[in-house]
Structure formats: C-alpha cells, structure tokens
C-alpha cells in the first residue's frame, strides 16, 4: 500500500518537485496552495503525513498546522520552511508537529522522516550515530519524545518540557 502524502505550500514548482521526487519513490502525493486548502484536503484523502509549509499568504503554516492538530490530534504534520532557528522548531514540536526540517531539502533526510511518520521508526534509540550526524539542522517528536534537535544531539524531552523551553526562548 503507498503512503498518502499531502503537500501543503503556495510555491507550485517546489510542490511538483515534491510531487515528482515522492511519487518516484512509491508515494501517493495530494498538493494544496494555500492553509485554507489544507483541512479540506486533509479530510478528503486522510494522508499519513503532511507536509506543511510555514511560510504562506493568507492562513500561514502555524495556524494550519494548528487546525489540523485541532481535528485530529493524531495527524504527523511536518513542517517545512527556510527559516533555521531553533525556537521555531521547539514552538513547532510543542504546537503537535511530528518534526520540523529545513529547506532545501536533504532527499535522504526526508525519506527518513516520512518513514517515520508513517510508522516505520517510533523509537528515538533506533537511531544510529550515523543517522543522527547526517540529520544537523532537524527536530522530531512524536508522541512525548523529541528525537533530535536542530544541532543534531539526542533529546529526551516531554512534551511539556518543549513547551516549557519554547515559551522561555
């Protein structure tokens, strides 16, 4: 069975680019313009993973990924975005994202990513050294454990404990 993907992000070459680059790789890939698309969409096709991004016109990506997380609680949003800081990625991980990465794209990163966020990896010790060194500049959290922060060290955080260190930031 393939993944459904849903890209959320008003640049529509970059999302035809994801949508090539996934589709290639066994995916199934739905791409919204606009945060306002985004809920309906997410309605419609029920992906396993959401790529959000932050930055858009109109309804950006922190107040989509906030509805989205509003109506179903469970869904494995990553949020996408050119911005590297640090704050942004621990306000994205208190708010419900699954992880936060930054463009461009690592290809590799982001299959691992999506591997994740559909099941593959739950466990933040299944990672190797070698995964955690190639993946500088992430954040990952599911459920109540942060996986890597964007300096690349382990974390082990609740997810109150993000929420506290987002807000002190």
């Known amino acids: 069975m393939k993944n459904k993907i849903l890209v959320v992000d008003d640049e529509r070459d970059y999302c035809e680019a994801l949508q090539d680059l996934l589709n ?11 945060g306002k698309e985004a809920l309906p969409a997410y309605r419609q096709h029920q992906p396993d993973v959401v790529l959000l991004d932050v930055l858009m016109p109109g ?16 869904a494995r949003v990553i949020m996408v975005t050119a911005f590297h800081e640090e704050k942004l990625a621990l306000q994205a991980l208190a708010d419900g994202a699954f992880d936060y990465i930054t463009k461009p794209l690592n290809p590799n990163y982001l299959e691992m990513a999506l591997k994740m966020a559909c099941g593959g990896v739950d466990n933040p010790e299944c990672f190797s050294a070698d995964a955690l060194s190639l993946n500088k500049g992430t954040a990952s959290m599911r459920s109540s454990k942060c996986r890597l922060n964007p300096f690349g ?15 002190a930031k």
């Open 59 to 74: 309804k950006d990506g922190w107040e989509t990924l906030l509805e989205l997380i509003a109506f179903d609680p469970e």
């Open 24 to 34: 290639g790789n066994g995916c199934h890939v739905v791409s919204v313009h606009s």
């Open 153 to 167: 060290s382990s974390l082990h955080l609740s997810r109150g404990e993000v929420r506290r260190t987002a807000d």
